[in-house]
T-cell receptor
Framework: GNSVTQMEGPVTLSEEAFLTINCTYT??????LFWYVQYPGEGLQLLLK?????DKGSNKGFEATYRKETTSFHLEKGSVQVSDSAVYFC?????????FGTGTRLQVFP | NAGVTQTPKFQVLKTGQSMTLQCAQD?????MSWYRQDPGMGLRLIHY???????DQGEVPNGYNVSRSTTEDFPLRLLSAAPSQTSVYFC????????????FGPGTRLTVT
């Protein structure tokens, strides 16, 4: 089955710093790749996605590129804000059994 | 559209009690699933359904039952609650047909004493 490895958190940054959250996955075939974000007290919501190799997903200043050769989908943002503080989940999906990882908590301080 | 709704938002049970967590979606999605979220464990899949009348087990199905009699509803039943089932439960849906983008409900926080 599919699995995903994300960097341990929390990731602590100052406002306007550069963010990278690493994600590598194992999957059969060629999954679609997703990043979800969970703000405090809420459910998960889709942040961005990429459906094939070399695609770049982007939203709200966040970007991630589907790297088939390294089976990675690292999340980046050039300048984080306090409002970006949340838990981020990377997820490869290509079967009906949808698996998420442990998530990475991001804390941004002013 | 209301999207994915869950009730109740909070619930406290005593060990051995039973209850049903409700989940409904109004997007005509075929695929629905239940997850539990525990500190440091991320999201773990409990049960899922690819359409009315079809359900299957996820990673942690023990102690939980589901059924899918309609496209809209996917209730999760705890037959005999245990303290180990204290968690936050999320329901999610997607359209299927190769689109796996998940839409999540707001969650139910369950405490079993």
């Amino acid at each position: 089955g599919n699995s995903v490895t994300q960097m341990e958190g929390p990731v602590t940054l100052s406002e306007e710093a550069f963010l990278t959250i690493n994600c590598t996955y194992t999957a059969t075939g060629y999954p679609s790749l997703f990043w979800y974000v969970q703000y405090p007290g809420e459910g998960l919501q889709l942040l961005l996605k990429a459906t094939k190799a070399d695609d770049k997903g982007s939203n709200k200043g966040f970007e991630a590129t589907y790297r088939k050769e390294t089976t990675s989908f690292h999340l980046e943002k050039g300048s984080v804000q306090v409002s970006d503080s949340a838990v981020y989940f990377c997820a490869p999906h290509n079967t009906d059994k949808l698996i998420f990882g442990t998530g990475t908590r991001l804390q941004v301080f002013p | 559209n209301a999207g994915v709704t869950q009730t109740p938002k909070f619930q406290v049970l005593k060990t051995g009690q039973s209850m049903t967590l409700q989940c409904a979606q109004d997007m005509n999605h075929e695929y629905m699933s239940w997850y539990r979220q525990d500190p440091g464990m991320g999201l773990r899949l409990i049960h899922y359904s690819v359409g009315a009348g079809i359900t299957d087990q996820g990673e942690v199905p023990n102690g939980y039952n589901v059924s899918r009699s309609t496209t809209e509803d996917f209730p999760l039943r705890l037959l005999s609650a245990a303290p180990s089932q204290t968690s936050v439960y999320f329901c999610a849906s997607s359209s299927g047909l190769g689109s796996y983008e998940q839409y999540f409900g707001p969650g139910t926080r369950l405490t079993v004493t």
